[in-house]
């Protein structure tokens, strides 16, 4: 079975455009969830969608936003980039919805010049 | 969510067991413990998790102590693929944000 894929993955931006991140999760999973990875903060959850549904949400400004579609796919946007935005960010897709068995993908890298 | 004490690195000889400890003093009595690893650039991997019971699977061994203070992972023949950083995280059922520390880098070498 194929793993979570994420596209793309590297990606260079400029201060104050937006970026739109995809995701795709196994097959059969229809929860997906996405996290910030920097060397400062760690690894931080951003927010959980299940059934096109916003689940969980974390601790970042508006600028951050996501969707997830009918067949579980899920992209995040970012707008207005600060060069504080750069960074790993991944997604993980799981089962079901509460669930903390995660599978992560391979990360989308974003630089912010 | 509980509040995890791991130490920061830790060395392994190819071959032997690697025992990863995490302290979870505060943890209630319905939070799971999950580990989960990441190997350089790549990312998270789930690996194991227990309630109370110790756990086993193909990747590795959770115990966790009878007071369910503390838990170790164990990996019971280290190879250099298993070079990571492993994290140990409490979580309950109200929600599905992995809260992720800082873990323990294991360095496993020939």
């Known amino acids: 079975k194929a793993g979570v894929t994420q596209t793309p993955r590297y990606l260079i931006k400029t201060r104050g455009q937006q970026v739109t991140l995809s995701c795709s999760p196994i097959?059969?999973?229809?929860?997906v969830s996405w996290y910030q990875q920097t060397p400062g903060q760690g690894l931080q959850f951003l927010f959980e969608y299940f059934s096109e549904t916003q689940r969980n949400k974390g601790n970042f400004p508006g600028r951050f936003s996501g969707r997830q579609f009918s067949n579980s796919r899920s992209e995040m946007n970012v707008s207005t980039l600060e060069l504080g935005d750069s960074a790993l960010y991944l997604c993980?897709?799981?089962?079901?919805?509460?669930?903390?068995?995660?599978?992560f993908g391979p990360g989308t890298r974003l630089t912010v010049t | 969510d509980a509040k995890t004490t791991q130490p920061p690195s830790m060395d392994c000889a190819e071959g032997r067991a690697a025992n990863l400890p995490c302290n979870h003093s505060?943890?209630?009595?319905?939070?799971?413990v999950y580990w989960y690893r990441q190997i350089h650039s790549q990312g998270p991997q789930y690996i194991i998790h227990?309630?109370?019971n110790n756990e086993t699977n193909e990747m590795a061994s959770l115990i966790i102590t009878e007071d369910r203070k503390s838990s170790t992972l164990i990996l019971p023949h280290a190879t250099l693929r298993d070079t990571a950083v492993y994290y140990c995280i409490v979580v309950n059922q109200a929600g599905t944000a992995l809260i992720f520390g800082k873990g323990t880098t294991l360095s496993v070498s020939s």
């Open positions: 227990g309630l109370k």
């Open positions: 993980a897709s799981s089962l079901v919805d509460s669930s903390y068995e995660q599978y």
């Open positions: 097959s059969g999973h229809r929860s």
């Open positions: 505060t943890i209630s009595g319905n939070e799971y």
